[in-house]
């Protein structure tokens, strides 16, 4: 029996890596599978992990019909077994409902990678379907971490290393852009443009709630900067 399983976790925790890997292991046993990936931070078309490894994939683009993308191609004969869709908390939810279709009605397993809640903890419209339709819903067991070393569980937005909570849901950036005390990446380019550098770093709830950053804790010179409640060590 096939199945609609989402892969979920915070910002890099390995979604991208895991869906390659799975891909990869799924074609040395001889299954045929399509690649699916939605704004991936290294362009158009592609499946990219931070590690390195990148495979070629379909974009899925607004007016994407995943249905009829799977028709078109088992009708002109080719063997469609399973699907890698990455960056799911991108789709729509009618796409969420064409995949779980093809689960149902071709019994074709759909493997879905994507973060649950955006930069102001509220769920993507892709990824709140997925949690209603998936078969299972499985938290990557890869642990990202806080700047203080706790476990991430909020992806944190932030321009110029200073955590922001409005602007549009979708604003393509990546993780290491985000961490403040090294300018890196997109960073050079925004302040050599002058132009704010947007990017975004994983936070513990703690410091989420108190927007403390990494660059705005290394501004404060401490690894465990004060948040607005704390108490001070009384005698």
């Known amino acids: 029996m096939a199945e609609l399983i989402f892969f979920s976790g915070t910002m890099d925790c390995g979604k991208s890596t895991l869906a390659l890997q799975m891909d990869h292991n799924y074609r040395q046993r001889g299954r045929s599978g399509l690649r699916f990936s939605c704004n991936d931070r290294a362009g158009l078309s592609v499946i990219s992990s931070r590690l390195g490894p990148r495979s070629d994939a379909i974009e899925v683009g607004p007016g994407t019909d995943l249905w009829a993308e799977i028709v078109r191609r088992r009708t002109h004969g080719e063997s469609i077994d399973y699907l890698i869709c990455d960056e799911v908390q ?7 409902e064409q995949l779980a279709r093809a689960v149902d009605e071709m019994n074709v397993d759909v493997f879905a990678f994507g973060i649950a809640t955006d930069f102001q903890t509220r769920l993507f419209p892709g990824s709140q379907r997925l949690i209603e339709l998936a078969d299972r819903v ?16 909020h992806n944190a937005r932030t321009v110029d290393g200073v955590m922001v909570i409005e602007g549009a849901q979708v604003a393509v950036g990546d993780v290491e852009m985000g961490l403040g005390a090294d300018v890196t990446g997109g960073e050079v380019a925004a302040a050599a443009t002058g ?23 290394s501004l404060a010179g401490a690894r465990e900067a004060p948040l607005p409640f704390d108490v001070p060590n009384r005698p």
Not at 90 to 96: D, S
Request: glycine share 6%; hydrophobic share 45%.
């Open 90 to 96: 991108f789709y729509a939810a009618a796409q969420i």
């Open 138 to 153: 499985q938290l990557l067991q890869l642990e990202a971490l806080c700047w203080c070393g706790r476990r991430a569980t």
């Open 195 to 217: 132009v704010a550098a947007v990017g975004y770093e994983t936070l513990c709830r703690r410091h989420y709630m108190g927007k403390v950053t990494a660059h705005s804790a």
